[in-house]
């Protein structure tokens, strides 16, 4: 088991960027990491996923290229870098750890999850 924990979280205004962190609580090479967000009345949706050796990654459409997930197998740590923010990335974004070793994007192939970090963009 895993414990996920993300941060960096806050309002911002539109077009700027911000990178989220999740810290697990032990290591995660075995595991394959993704970032999902929940908009309110929303599904949560799949942002982006990334391989235990971090050298493969998916995204989903609404990323539009402005996202990358990148791991740290080392600190045991997984970031999502988010640019150009519009307010319609406004959501709970959260992290989570699969033990496939196939990268997946829906929700329910996940079974750790952190407690989520919000993200509110202002235009």
């Known amino acids: 088991q895993v414990q996920l924990v993300e941060s960096g979280g806050g309002l911002v205004q539109a077009g700027v960027s911000l990178t989220l962190s999740c810290a697990a609580s032990?290591?995660?090479?075995?595991?394959?990491m993704a970032w999902f967000r929940r908009a309110p009345g929303q599904e949560r949706e799949f942002l982006a996923a990334?391989?235990?050796?971090?050298?493969?990654?998916k995204y989903g459409e609404s990323v539009t290229g402005r996202f990358t997930i990148a791991r740290d197998n080392v600190k045991n740590t997984v970031s999502l870098q988010m640019n150009n923010l519009k307010p319609e990335d406004t959501a709970v974004y959260y992290c989570?750890?699969?033990?496939?070793?196939?990268?997946?994007?829906?929700?329910?192939?996940?079974?750790?999850w952190g407690q989520g970090t919000e993200v509110t963009v202002s235009s």
């Open positions: 989570a750890a699969d033990a496939d070793l196939v990268l997946l994007t829906i929700p329910r192939a996940y079974e750790y």
């Open positions: 032990g290591p995660i090479n075995n595991y394959g």
């Open positions: 990334i391989a235990w050796s971090g050298n493969t990654a």
